[in-house]
């Protein structure tokens, strides 16, 4: 009976033991299970909610006292005269009405200056086409219909001078008038007309070549007995076209 009891014995610790070993297994699994459930529950989507919610409200504190730190490091640099001037502010009140001043006055200037180009432009444009429009009406002229004075300008110098102009308009059919010495020396050729006669003085000046046409004076036009063109040849005169 004794050696049954001591090998049933014998046999049940050797079965507790095993069943102690298994139960550690059991509980030390089961313990690494629980502490994977309790990290878990720690980073669930509310504690993350949570955790965002709290650096937001440390970010806003932090940015809240950075800029308190910021206005008073201002502040102080400004007491200190460290904050460096505008150009603007270093100008002054004298200096600031003097730039607007001198602004006023360069605006000002550049706007006449484009007014008057603009006005030089129309004027020079009027007068091209005022230029056209006289040699147009040169061309339609009859020669017959125009009375021709010729006055020598030359001082004397080159006598018979106004007799070969006047023979050279008479053979371009101008009604040649009053043929003679001009008051005065002239340096510069010019043809004359009175008023409305432009351009039948262009197509004078075209027969003597003579580029030069202006409206009579009244010294010319005492002289010119009736003529509507008078040449006044200068001491400047070329040769008699095709001579």
């Known amino acids: 009976m004794t050696d049954v009891i001591q090998t049933v014995g014998a046999y049940a610790g050797l079965v507790a033991l095993l069943a102690l070993g298994v139960l550690s297994f059991l509980v030390f699994s089961q313990a690494r299970d629980i502490r994977r459930l309790r990290d878990w ?31 008073r490091e201002e502040r102080r640099m400004g007491r200190a005269g460290e904050f460096e001037e505008s150009f603007w502010d270093r100008l002054g009140r004298s200096g600031r009405i003097i730039a607007i001043v001198a602004a006023v006055l360069i605006l000002g200037a550049a ?14 444009t009027g007068d091209q086409n005022r230029r056209a429009q006289v040699a147009q009406q040169a061309q339609a002229i009859n020669p017959a219909d125009v009375r021709v004075g010729v006055l020598n300008g030359t001082g004397g110098t080159e006598d018979g001078l106004a007799a070969e102009y006047a023979s ?32 039948a003085a262009k197509k004078v000046s075209k027969s003597v070549g003579i580029d030069k046409t202006e409206a009579m004076t009244a010294d010319i036009t005492d002289l010119a007995s009736g003529a509507e063109v008078i040449v006044v040849i200068g001491t400047d005169h070329g040769p008699l076209p095709g001579e």
Request: no cysteine.
């Open 168 to 199: 050279a308009l008479e053979e371009g059919n101008f009604d040649v008038g009053v043929v003679a010495n001009a008051p005065e020396t002239v340096t510069e050729s010019v043809v004359m007309y009175s008023e409305g006669n432009a351009a």
């Open 41 to 71: 529950a720690g980073g669930a989507p509310e504690r993350d909610a949570e955790v965002r919610e709290v650096s937001e409200i440390v970010a806003e504190e932090r940015s809240a006292e950075l800029k308190v730190l910021a206005d």
């Open 111 to 124: 706007g006449a200056w484009a007014a008057t180009s603009l006005l030089s432009d129309s004027d020079q």
